[in-house]
Nanobody, 111 residues
């Protein structure tokens, strides 16, 4: 079963940065939007950021100015650069494209 492969994440202090990576071994990304979602226990998975095949980006209001989504089509990889992290950013982060999900990556931000 094809799946996106995530890396990055971990535990940091508030104000620090992390970068998540999402690699597409099955060439799913080609011509498609790729998005990052996050989920905390007891809540639904929510959209964080997305990037179209043409490079247009969008963000949920709570991360605007702090997170940057980008894609490297040559490496079939999408990144989520997360700066000025806050405790409320703590969640499991997932990448997705064409209904194919990554395995999830825990991000924990302590105050």
């Amino acid at each position: 079963q094809v799946r996106l492969v995530q890396s990055g994440g971990g535990s940091v202090q508030a104000g620090e940065s992390l970068r998540l990576s999402c690699v597409d071994p099955g060439n799913i990304f080609s011509g498609k939007t790729v998005a990052w979602y996050r989920q905390v226990p007891g809540k639904q998975r929510g959209l964080v950021a997305a990037v179209t095949s043409g490079g247009t980006t969008s963000y949920v209001d709570s991360v605007k100015g702090r997170f940057t989504i980008s894609r490297d089509n040559g490496r079939n990889t999408v990144y989520l650069q997360m700066d000025s992290l806050k405790p409320e950013d703590t969640a499991v982060y997932y990448c997705v494209s064409a209904a194919i999900w990554g395995q999830g990556t825990q991000v924990t931000v302590s105050s």
